[in-house]
């Protein structure tokens, strides 16, 4: 069974810190360029952050730089998001995907319909005092 499952999401103070994890399954990551997205309540799904498939170019959402990093271990099938100063507005569910094309689309191809092949069920991150 192909899958991606999402963990690390929690409850988190502002300013604080969280490192969501996302493990692939059934198939292995080496080719996919992965995408981390989020949604909030009422809120339309949008992109937060992609990795290529070797790891060597990453794109992040203007509200993240800085603050987000994206990585990878392809010999653990597994990517990664380490948020650090978190704020309130980055309450959301977050998704990771799988792309079969091994470069990241742009940003705002992310957050258009195209569409990528794998999702997760996504985990929840609240960011409150």
């Known amino acids: 069974q192909l899958q991606l499952v999402e963990s690390g999401g929690g409850l988190v103070q502002p300013g604080g810190s969280l490192r969501l994890s996302c493990v692939a399954s059934?198939?292995?990551?080496?080719?996919?360029?992965m995408g981390w997205f989020r949604q909030a309540p009422g809120e339309e799904r949008e992109g937060v952050s992609c990795?290529?498939?070797?790891?060597?170019?990453?794109i992040y959402a203007d509200s993240v730089k800085g603050r987000f990093t994206i990585s990878r271990d392809n010999a653990k099938n597994t990517v990664y998001l380490q948020m650090n100063s978190l704020k309130p507005e980055d309450t959301a569910i977050y998704y990771c995907?799988?792309?079969?094309?091994?470069?990241?689309?742009?940003?705002?191809?992310?957050?258009?319909?195209?569409?990528?092949?794998?999702w997760g069920q996504g985990t929840q991150v609240t960011v409150s005092s």
């Open positions: 990795i290529s498939a070797s790891g060597s170019s990453t």
């Open positions: 059934g198939f292995t990551l080496d080719y996919y360029a």
């Open positions: 995907a799988a792309d079969k094309s091994p470069r990241c689309v742009a940003m705002a191809t992310m957050n258009s319909k195209y569409e990528y092949d794998y």
